[in-house]
């Protein structure tokens, strides 16, 4: 397994406080060195803006890549821009990218991208939900131009839905988008009926579900779909924060939870991708959770590889 991170996006910087902050970060990439010494650590490169414009708006790239910014600029509410924020999602970005190529070439057959901002509320033409660039949807797009490929899956278990993610491929038959997520909850989409061109999967788990309904949600609704899209390629967009520690929902999720997902998901990888699959990071915001879930996600990954 390769491992994409960047220093730089340590240096996103969204103020005293706010969730999003860079020890998630730091707590991911200790607790993963310390569990998998043997891992192949790769920097994560600058992503070149015309595989950003695949996804983005000319308009929202250059607010986040040329905004001068001293301290804080706010694009919302809860997302904000530091004068190290455009760094850190450039190599976010380009972590997906180089692990799609990676992958692709047979350099390994799975990849984790430890980056932050995460991505996957970042619309075409709106940064939101803490997100500036939507890296998933970068590397998806980039798989389908730069690859040729036309089955390309989004398997999202954030407990936020992806409405990024979702809004962005809705209409495209190549890429398939797949969210459990709690509802009701912020941004409030990704109801079931919401099926795109037949390539959107929804399941919704209520307040104070477990493990039990996460995984009768991914293993008797979303991952019959996934199976029967046979993707050539599965991306994942990892979020944490379904872990009962988190602070930012209501979930009750364990660290177990993440593994078997892991495992489940490397294993479809493997009879219909040639196990190729990139996983990247989203939320999470208990350091404790992330430490654990992190690892566990991996641990599942390799569990079937």
Same mark, same amino acid.
């Given at each position: 397994?390769?491992?994409?991170?960047?220093?730089?996006?340590?240096?996103?910087?969204?103020?005293?406080?706010?969730?999003?902050?860079?020890?998630?970060?730091?707590?991911?990439?200790?607790?993963?060195?310390?569990? &998998?010494?043997?891992?192949?650590?790769?920097?994560?490169?600058?992503?070149?803006?015309?595989?950003?414009?695949?996804?983005? *708006?000319?308009?929202?790239?250059?607010?986040?890549?040329?905004?001068?910014?001293?301290?804080?600029?706010?694009?919302?509410?809860?997302?904000?821009?530091?004068?190290?924020?455009? $760094?850190?999602?450039?190599?976010?970005?380009?972590?997906?990218?180089?692990?799609?190529?990676? #992958?692709?070439?047979?350099?390994?057959?799975?990849?984790?991208?430890?980056?932050?901002?995460?991505?996957?509320?970042?619309?075409?033409? *709106?940064?939101?939900?803490?997100?500036?660039?939507?890296?998933?949807?970068?590397?998806?797009?980039?798989?389908?131009?730069?690859?040729?490929?036309? @089955?390309?899956?989004? $398997?999202?278990?954030?407990?936020?839905?992806?409405?990024?993610?979702?809004?962005?491929?809705?209409? /495209?038959? @190549?890429?398939?988008?797949?969210?459990? !997520?709690?509802?009701?909850?912020?941004?409030? *989409?990704?109801?079931?009926?919401? @099926?795109? #061109?037949?390539?959107?999967?929804?399941?919704?788990?209520?307040?104070?579900?477990?493990?039990?309904?996460?995984? $009768?949600?991914?293993?008797?609704?979303?991952?019959?779909?996934?199976?029967? &899209? @046979?993707?050539?390629?599965?991306?994942?967009? $990892?979020?944490?924060?379904?872990?009962?520690? /988190?602070?930012?929902?209501?979930?009750?999720?364990?660290?177990?939870?993440?593994?078997?997902?892991?495992?489940?998901?490397?294993?479809?990888?493997?009879? !219909?991708?040639?196990?190729?699959?990139?996983?990247?990071?989203?939320?999470?915001?208990?350091?404790?959770?992330?430490?654990?879930?992190?690892?566990?996600?991996?641990?599942?990954?390799?569990?079937?590889?």
């Amino acid at each position: 397994m390769l491992l994409y991170t960047h220093t730089a996006c340590l240096e996103h910087d969204p103020g005293p406080g706010h969730p999003e902050c860079p020890a998630r970060l730091e707590a991911v990439l200790h607790a993963v060195r310390a569990a &998998f010494p043997a891992l192949d650590w790769r920097q994560a490169p600058e992503a070149p803006r015309d595989a950003l414009l695949r996804v983005h *708006t000319r308009a929202l790239v250059e607010s986040v890549l040329d905004t001068k910014v001293e301290g804080q600029h706010r694009l919302d509410e809860d997302t904000l821009l530091s004068p190290g924020s455009a $760094a850190a999602a450039l190599r976010a970005a380009g972590a997906g990218i180089a692990a799609v190529d990676a #992958v692709m070439a047979g350099e390994a057959r799975q990849a984790f991208c430890a980056v932050r901002p995460p991505g996957h509320h970042a619309t075409g033409g *709106t940064a939101m939900g803490f997100c500036l660039f939507n890296s998933a949807a970068v590397a998806a797009a980039h798989a389908v131009h730069a690859h040729g490929l036309h @089955r390309v899956a989004i $398997a999202d278990f954030d407990v936020h839905h992806g409405n990024g993610s979702q809004a962005i491929f809705a209409g /495209d038959p @190549r890429v398939m988008y797949l969210s459990s !997520h709690q509802a009701p909850l912020y941004p409030y *989409t990704g109801d079931p009926a919401e @099926r795109g #061109v037949g390539n959107l999967a929804n399941a919704t788990l209520a307040p104070g579900a477990g493990g039990a309904a996460f995984r $009768a949600a991914w293993g008797e609704r979303l991952l019959p779909e996934l199976e029967a &899209f @046979r993707p050539q390629l599965l991306l994942v967009s $990892a979020g944490f924060d379904g872990h009962r520690l /988190d602070p930012l929902a209501d979930l009750a999720l364990e660290a177990e939870d993440y593994r078997w997902l892991g495992r489940e998901l490397a294993a479809l990888a493997g009879r !219909h991708a040639e196990g190729r699959l990139v996983s990247m990071l989203e939320g999470g915001y208990s350091l404790a959770a992330l430490r654990a879930c992190s690892v566990a996600h991996l641990q599942g990954l390799l569990d079937a590889a």
